[in-house]
């Protein structure tokens, strides 16, 4: 907890750092007080510090651990698990300000600090002819320091991965104020424990990324797009499985009717409304072995029993993968959501799309669903009226428990946040949750970094 009149030692913090980096101003402070989930629990901190540099980050991490006062770390503010919702009496910390990039050819290598936008590093990387593959349906707004925090993933994750596979260093300001280094520009490293690993994912608990060293790798190759039709969900989620099973393509996204017609309400993209479910697919492979890896997917969706779409042509496969980014700005625009990012192991993706949907007549609720469906991570979106909110967030709990029965998560990407945090011990175990908890003390005695976050 603070420490008492916390609130009359704050013109030290503001004192100790450049004219407008600490602000107290109600009206600028109220945007930093949730992020896209928009968590109805969202605490008013006593100030926002927008921080310029690493050093500004130390200062005011030490401030408050000197008062033990909450730090809540921040990026673009577009994280969907309420990672970054502002707790009373602490300072929100954000990075937004730190946007540098530095692109290293001979390394192959982006090094970057927190608050540059995960679209600004990709197309700083292509520039000189690179790549930097983690792509979150939100990369235009999302920031490097927040995909860092969440371990975020994207459509191209079934076959390039997900953040953690692209970090090989951070700076990370610790709760006690200092500033360490992990890792770097070298591709190999096993020098003592992986450390640079378990701050990745860490939601801000463990300590404050002020800097990131992200692998980079070779502009990605022509692509090919198919597009098949299910007139089930069931069905879809089949021909995924089947694809999985010996091909491998770079992207492989799921929509049910649901979210096809909420797109097209929101902004028409021509997508067929009577389909059951699409399948957005893609592949990169080299030279004949995409044209073959196509055939393939063809023939598992056909065998499915869906009607297949495929064209060579990048702009126009552009345009089907525009419209499954769209998916969450327009599920939005339907009434309040909340978000869910479950998973499971492959061959159970028919399992728990069938389960979801039997939660939504359950609580008589609609429950749009994309998916990164190609690695079983699923995006069921709970839409609802101020009326039904019971019985959405009765849903929204039935969902993370059915993934975990099924051997699954809760979050494959956008983290656990506050929104998940209860449901955490059901998936980790109690053993589990203990070492959690043990790290987090070891880092951070004081339990100044976003507490409640991970249920931490």
């Not at 492989?252 to 902004?267: F, G, R, T």
Request: a negative charge; glycine letters at 10%; charged letters at 20%.
């Amino acid at each position: 907890m603070p420490d008492t009149d916390v609130a009359a030692l704050l013109p030290r913090l503001v004192a100790a750092l450049p004219d407008g980096v600490v602000t107290t101003d109600p009206d600028v402070v109220e945007p930093y007080r949730w992020d896209w989930s928009h968590d109805v629990a969202a605490g008013t901190p006593l100030a926002v510090v927008r921080a310029q540099d690493a050093e500004q980050v130390q200062v005011a991490v030490r401030w408050a651990a000197e008062h033990g006062v909450p730090v809540v770390p921040r990026g673009a503010g577009s994280g969907l698990s309420g990672g970054s919702s502002a707790v009373d009496g602490g300072i929100v910390l954000s990075l937004e300000r730190m946007r540098a990039i530095e692109i290293d050819t001979e390394c192959r290598v982006a090094v970057v600090e927190p608050g540059a936008l995960n679209v600004e590093v990709k197309t700083a990387a292509a520039e000189h002819g690179l790549w930097y593959p983690p792509d979150p349906s939100s990369y235009e707004i999302c920031s490097i320091g927040g995909n860092v925090a969440t371990n975020a993933g994207g459509l191209c994750c079934v076959k390039y991965g997900v953040t953690t596979d692209y970090v090989l260093g951070l700076d990370v300001v610790l709760a006690d104020g200092r500033l360490v280094t992990l890792g770097g520009k070298r591709v190999k490293d096993v020098a003592g424990l992986s450390l640079l690993k378990l701050f990745v994912g860490s939601e801000g608990t463990l300590g404050v990324v002020t800097r990131a060293v992200l692998r980079l790798v070779p502009a990605q190759a022509a692509r090919s797009t198919l597009v098949a039709s299910f007139a089930t969900v069931a069905g879809a989620a089949t021909a995924v499985v089947a694809v999985g099973r010996t091909m491998r393509p770079s992207m492989m996204e799921l929509m049910d009717q649901a979210s096809i017609n909420a797109v097209e309400d929101y902004k028409p993209m021509g997508l067929d409304r009577t389909a059951g479910a699409l399948l957005v697919a893609q592949s990169d492979a080299p030279g004949v072995a995409r044209a073959q890896e196509v055939e393939g997917m063809r023939a598992a969706c056909e065998a499915a029993g869906a009607e297949v779409f495929v064209t060579d042509d990048p702009d126009e496969g552009e345009l089907f993968v525009a419209a499954r980014r769209m998916a969450f700005p327009a599920i939005q625009a339907r009434g309040a959501v909340l978000l869910e990012d479950v998973g499971v192991p492959i061959p159970l993706l028919p399992e728990l799309l069938a389960r979801v949907a039997a939660i939504a007549a359950e609580h008589d609720v609609e429950i749009p669903v994309v998916a990164h469906a190609g690695d079983g991570n699923t995006h069921p979106i709970i839409v609802y009226t101020p009326e039904a909110e019971d019985r959405a967030r009765a849903a929204f709990h039935a969902v993370m428990a059915a993934a975990i029965a099924l051997g699954g998560t809760i979050t494959g990407e956008h983290g656990v946040g506050r929104a998940k945090a209860a449901a955490l011990p059901d998936q980790l175990g109690a053993d589990v949750m203990e070492l959690n908890r043990r790290v987090k003390a070891a880092l951070d005695p004081r339990g100044i970094l976003n507490p409640g976050a991970l249920g931490l």
